[in-house]
C-alpha cells in the first residue's frame, strides 16, 4: 500500500464542500465512491501524486462482454479521443464498462475535479446508450470525441 499526497485529502475536501457536502466527512486520503442516476462514479489518487476520475457506464452481460462489434466501437472511439481530450474506455475484470481520467494531482483545483466528474458522467451516458444500441443491434449513436463541458453544482 502506498501513501497518497497529503494533497489529496485536501482537494476532496474543497471539492466536497463547492458540491454542497461539506457535512460528509473525507474518506481520508484513499478516494471516495457515490451514486449518481445509474451510474457509480469513483475518484481516487495513484501512487504517483495524480488522481483517477472514473465513471461506470455499464455492467455488461456475457453476450456483450464477447461481442466483437461493442468491442471495436469502444476502441474506435478511443482511438478517436485518445488526443483531445485523455478521457479512455475500458472494460474491467468484472466486464464493468469505465471511462476514466488520470489528472495531475498538483494542476487540479475543486472546480477542476467538479467539471471532470460532470464529464465523466456525461461520457458515461454516452456510453451506456452504446451499449443499448449495440446489443439491439442497431447502428450506435453518434458519440461525440470532445469531452462536453458541464459545471453542476452538485451530483447527488
Known sequence: MFTPDPSFAKLLESFLALTGHSQVQAAGSTGFEFECGAHNVAVFPTADSRLVVEAEAAVLLPTEAASAPLLMAI???????????GWVA?????????????????????????DAVATALALAES????????????????????APQQNPAAFA
Open 127 to 146: 456510453l451506456a446508450a452504446l451499449v443499448a444500441h449495440a446489443a439491439t443491434q442497431e447502428a450506435p449513436p453518434a458519440v461525440e470525441s470532445e
Open 75 to 85: 476502441h474506435r472511439l478511443n482511438e478517436a479521443a485518445r488526443a483531445e481530450h
Open 90 to 114: 475500458t472494460i474491467d475484470e468484472g466486464d464493468r464498462l469505465l471511462v476514466s481520467k488520470v489528472l495531475a494531482l498538483h494542476d487540479t483545483d475543486a472546480v477542476a475535479l467538479q
